[in-house]
């Protein structure tokens, strides 16, 4: 069965103030990806947290293909990986996966460890500690951890936002291909407007705690958007290899 | 992942089980320094004994004379098992505590639990005021345990508000650690010359209280608590990858928090009520099992358990070797010796957490 993800009238409240409100998407499906974007603090990450059962709120999230009641089968990448435990990174990857199943660590959780550290590419630092990594590094591992637990469902808060271009490259054609083969629901946040052409299905945009638009890649980054939601100018080019490329002009300046 | 390139012939595999074997390599020495630091207390007294008397002793040879295995077993046997048991629990409290609040700095000593537990105490030793109206004989082990078990869920309560930090949690403590210092001051202040030493004598922690009944109390304590923390061995080490990404592996963080919180505050309770103030084996036990053994709770727990007791058992006999023919109040000696160990631990392991 396709892993499918609903919003309806979504929000989030902290205390009696609302940062999210009347979140509605299309059904998402099971092999698309969507990004998530908008300027900082518009509310990205508090939308995540609400779909992974983090934080509370009105609206309703109708999830299917995965287990709806427990959530399990929804996975998430938070934005923060800091951490300074003394735990190396393939114990860690462990941990993500043995949660929940029996104490006893099978022959094919340790298959499915080394799987994943291959799948990162990250087998050179496996048994290097958590606290000895770099913020990049930390970043595959965190991203390593959340597709150990085989998501149906993935949801990944800027998976790239500390990698280097050729990370950045290698990651999100993985995060595609994964989609693809394993028919994985994506939606990922994400402020790199070219990557979001590259990889993503469908775009959604957020702004001050609300969706200002959601549909095909094409049709929602236009020059409009550059301009009313990042006060940029800019255009929409296509490449020699007809790949469409944000082209950035310049800050809007406002004169009033 | 099945679009993994094939990994290199098991290597991630050979190189994690060579890790665990290694690990349950350190769980063998701390158990073997254990078992010879407790051996060694049992011949350490006004009359001394061989490594060679005390084993005989103990599996009930001919060999040693009967006066020998009296003294071992009905006076310096329950001694040197409460080292152990104290040691374990303080240590296995302070693992938690540390793991549950993220924060290196928490240990019942630092986050105001013993200093409650010795204002407890005191009310009892000074006026004779009973928190509880039963079980008059143990009233000050009774005093010290509510006050205890209190102060940690205090603690607790606190650290689930919104915007509370680590920073915050400590910062906290500290200030129980003043207030209630400040009250026990001030009972001090009121009490009888007699009631007066009573106090003092009772927070510098001795293990010189141990009992038969005592010590079956604080294993029991210890048999049913150590499982608790079994069980969520998997949730507990999630933990302390921040409290978003343990929530998002599918660990009910508030729930796996307030368990381990009530728990822990026993645990850690019902040592103190018993023997009275013990710093830094709450503190230093987990750090020093951390840094041997890593972070993951299936072999942190029992690390910072058999670190806990071996390190309350060796100070046991250097409190007992310093002044021949007399025993130095045991939460005397645990600072002098835990920290210089914990600190050139720390200055031997610089950049790696906390």
Known sequence: ?256 | MTIAAPIAAQAGRGAYRALVRRKKLVLLALTVVLILSVIADLGLGPARYSMREVVLALVGSVEVPHQVSVVLWDIRMPVALTAVVVGAALSAAGAQMQTILNNPLASPFTLGISAAASFGASLALVFGVGLLPFAIEYVVSINALIMAMAAALFIHLMSQKRGVTVETIVLLGITLVFTFNALLALVQFLASEQALAAVVFWTMGSLTRATWPKLAIMTLVLAVSLPVFVRRAWALTALRLGDDKAASFGVNIRRVRLETMLVVSVLAAVPVAFVGTIGFIGLVGPHIARMLIGEDQRFFLPASVLSGAAMLSLTSVISKSILPGSIIPIGIITALVGVPFLFSLIMTNRGRAW
Request: with cysteine; proline share 4%.
């Open chain 1, 1 to 256: 069965m396709v892993a499918t993800l609903q919003l309806n009238d979504v929000g989030v409240r902290y205390g009696r103030q609302n940062v999210l409100s009347g979140i509605t998407t299309p059904l998402l499906k099971g092999g698309e990806v969507t990004a998530v974007i908008g300027p900082n603090a518009a509310g990205k990450s508090s939308l995540f947290r609400r779909i992974a059962g983090l934080l509370g709120g009105p609206g309703h999230i109708s999830i299917g293909g995965a287990n709806e009641t427990s959530l399990s089968g929804v996975c998430y990448m938070p934005q923060d990986t800091s951490v300074n435990t003394v735990l190396t990174v393939f114990e860690s990857i462990l941990l993500a996966r043995k949660q929940g199943a029996t104490s006893r660590v099978r022959d094919q959780d340790l298959e499915a460890v080394e799987s994943t550290l291959a799948s990162v590419r990250i087998e050179s630092i496996a048994f290097k500690n958590l606290c000895e990594l770099s913020g990049g590094q930390r970043q595959l591992v965190s991203l390593a951890q959340t597709l150990a637990r085989e998501p149906k469902i993935l949801l990944l808060d800027e998976p790239t936002s500390a990698l280097d271009l050729h990370r950045q490259v290698e990651v999100l054609a993985l995060i595609r291909a994964l989609s693809t083969k394993q028919q994985i629901c994506v939606v990922l946040a994400i402020h790199d407007l070219n990557q979001v052409l590259r990889v993503a299905d469908r775009v959604m945009v957020i702004d001050a705690g609300t969706m200002v638009s959601c549909g095909p890649v094409e049709a929602v980054i236009t020059p409009a958007l550059l301009r009313d939601i990042y006060k940029v100018d800019g255009r929409i080019e296509r490449c020699s290899r007809l790949c469409s490329q944000v082209i950035i002009d310049g800050p809007i300046v406002d004169h009033a």
